[in-house]
């Protein structure tokens, strides 16, 4: 590729990286991220692991043993009695104990708080306030976490809030975790520790993933009523921890989880799978940002290489592969615990694709067409070569074999002699002006700037051609009148004028005449061809400069022509800077005039 091209090339490589990242960052982006995540957690079948923790659900059931929702406390220190003796490592109680309740109930609960090891409760932010349980639970508990759940799908979850004050609560899994193992919480940012148990998480609250179970083994569970009909249940929460909540339905706390539950999932299961997650470590860890970028670089890179080097379907099939890495990426990230952003790769590597696609098919294109104009203009150059030089050529082989076969007199020697020399001449100059054309309209060559009087030019092109148009006795009259002062390349020009007088001779019937006279228009000189000939009509005018164009009646006059000769003449004229006019009708004759721009007075004096 060329030094352009490339930058180009990479420069829109680099767009489509931006884009990308700018696409993955709105809240389209965000949702398809999202979408992604939960796809991946439901194809992913993680290995299964013991779970540590318990539930111990409240659920409708328990409700209409009891007696409802107004006897909950009751509920709550009911299965804490039952448990109590079993030892559980810790219980976390997943129920809101703020309100006075009554008396004899909350006496109750005390107690079971106060028999049962390491129980933990939790409290809620109400605007930015901690609302606390009540102070005789909190006395007999272990410690006080936090209820809160983030997002309408929870996926993860804040390991603290703080509150006005700075007070600050764990949540409530960690919580139980914390007094279950007996050892204080460190903050290492952006990271917490447990004893020699790190637990990564990412600002801004040390936001931890939740490992949730799999639908089909989910956090074991015993129902109250359960516990209550076979208390011997008890001894499956020996040495667990324990998460004590509402499953009823109607459960207020429920959120949909990354499985897509038919039902939403209770807070207090919720809160065991966090449990489950700390425990076992079993942590999703986000890939950070620098390397997210980077491997969107890379698969950029990657695509923008095979474009560049690989031929058309090898392209593709390597863009398409990176695609497809760029897809699966985050699933083989995730088996290893590690949490890649979907849109972002995904959107680069389909961009760069698509925009490198499209570069090399233009490009390609481009090329093929510049190659055909080539090609083209190559044919064009063979055409001229053959047709126009033939005429030449065959005199100088012809004179020259008659030279050498035959004797014959001196002065008819001398005479093919000059034939042969002028004809040469004639085939040399005739390649010089093609090539020149041909430079000049390629922007290769500087047109000549001499000064020259154009009528004078005229008359000595008129004396070249008038052997032939005798034969026609055609009479050529050049009418007298102001020279018309020129500037630019006068063999070129020189070619034009001939070329002008030929066709008039050509193209008119024997006995004609043909004028030719200049006018001076303002900075402009007008130079005319007119003959009394065939004519065109006007569609014919107009195509009379394309290149092997000859109009119907040109071809039945019987005249040898190519249709190249004013197509280099309207390039000649062109190149400087004047223009050519054609009146003509059928029949009646026609007019060139080259209106061509005046030498300026003063680059006449300078020439003198
Ligand atoms: P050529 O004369 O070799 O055919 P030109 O490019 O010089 O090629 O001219 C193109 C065509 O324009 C001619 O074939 C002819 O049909 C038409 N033409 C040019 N000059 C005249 C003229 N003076 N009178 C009528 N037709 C002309």
Redesign the pocket.
């Known amino acids: 590729m060329p030094r352009r091209q490339t930058f180009e090339y990479v420069g829109l490589l680099a767009a489509a990286l931006v884009l990308a990242l700018m696409a993955s960052g709105t809240p389209l982006g965000r949702q398809i991220d999202k979408d992604a995540y939960d796809w991946i957690f439901r194809a992913y079948q993680p290995p299964d692991w013991a779970p540590q923790s318990i539930l111990l659900a409240i659920d409708e059931d328990s409700f209409r043993k009891f007696g409802g929702v107004v006897r909950l406390r009751n509920m709550v220190a009911e299965g804490l009695e039952r448990i109590a003796a079993v030892s559980p490592k810790a219980v976390a109680i997943d129920v809101v104990l703020a309100d006075e309740g009554n008396p004899a109930d909350n006496d109750r609960l005390a107690a079971a708080i106060r028999k049962t090891p390491n129980v933990v409760l939790g409290s809620i932010l109400v605007s930015g306030k901690w609302e606390e349980p009540l102070p005789a639970f909190r006395r007999a508990a272990a410690g006080v976490g936090h209820f809160y759940t983030d997002d309408l799908v929870s996926r993860e979850i804040p390991l603290h809030k703080v509150g006005a004050g700075l007070d600050r609560r764990w949540t409530l899994a960690l919580e139980a975790f914390r007094v279950g193992a007996g050892k204080p919480i460190q903050e290492i940012p952006p990271d917490l520790a447990i004893g020699d148990l790190v637990i990564p998480t990412a600002p801004p609250e040390y936001m931890l993933r939740i490992r949730y179970r799999p639908p089909d083994r989910p956090v074991p569970q015993v129902t109250l009523g359960q516990l209550v009909a076979q208390p011997d249940l008890a001894s499956r929460f020996a040495g667990k921890t324990v998460f004590l909540g509402v499953t009823a339905q109607n459960a207020f706390d429920s959120k949909q989880t990354p499985y897509g539950l038919p039902a939403p999932m209770p807070g207090v299961e919720i809160h065991a799978n966090v449990f489950e997650t700390i425990a076992n470590r079993l942590f999703l860890v986000t890939a950070p940002r620098a390397a997210a970028l980077l491997f969107c670089v890379l698969l950029v890179a990657a695509i923008g290489v095979a474009f560049a080097v690989g031929s058309g379907w090898q392209a593709y099939a390597i863009g398409a592969v990176v695609l497809l890495m760029a897809l699966f990426a985050p699933y083989l990230a995730f088996t290893r615990g590690v949490v890649l952003e979907f849109p972002a790769p995904v959107f680069s590597a389909g961009l760069a694709f698509v925009f490198a696609a499209a570069y090399k098919h233009f490009v390609v294109r481009k090329r093929m067409f510049t190659a055909e104009g080539d090609k083209s203009r190559y044919q064009q150059a063979m055409h001229f070569v053959t047709h126009e030089m033939r005429t030449p050529l065959t005199a100088i082989q012809g004179s020259s074999e008659l030279i050498g076969r035959y004797a014959m007199t001196e002065e008819k020697r001398k005479q093919m002699a000059q034939l042969i020399n002028s004809e040469s001449k004639r085939l040399g100059k005739m390649i010089e002006i093609f090539l020149s054309v041909e430079r000049l309209s390629a922007g290769q060559l500087e047109l000549k700037k001499e000064q020259f009087g154009g009528m004078e030019l005229m008359t000595a092109c008129v004396d070249r051609v008038r052997p032939l148009a005798e034969r026609k006795q055609i009479g050529i009259h050049v009418e007298p009148g102001p020279d018309a002062p020129l500037v630019g390349d006068r063999e070129l020009m020189e070619y034009a004028f001939y070329?002008?007088l030929?066709?008039?001779v050509?193209?008119?019937p024997p006995s004609t005449e043909v004028a030719v006279f200049a006018q001076r228009d303002g900075e402009r000189v007008r130079i005319s061809?007119k003959?009394q000939?065939?004519?065109?009509d006007q569609k014919?005018v107009r195509k009379?400069?394309q290149k092997f164009?000859?109009?119907k009646?040109?071809?039945e006059s019987g005249?040898?022509?190519?249709?190249?000769?004013?197509?280099?003449?309207e390039q000649i004229i062109t190149q400087h800077g004047g223009s050519i006019e054609v009146t003509?009708s059928p029949g009646h004759?026609?007019c060139?005039t080259l209106v061509l721009p005046a030498q300026k007075v003063n680059s006449m004096v300078e020439s003198n």
């Open positions: 070329n002008l030929t066709n008039a050509k193209y008119s061809v003959d000939g065939i004519g065109m014919e009379i400069f164009y000859r109009t009646k040109a071809e005249e040898v022509g190519t249709g190249i000769g004013l197509s280099i003449v003509s004759g026609s060139f």
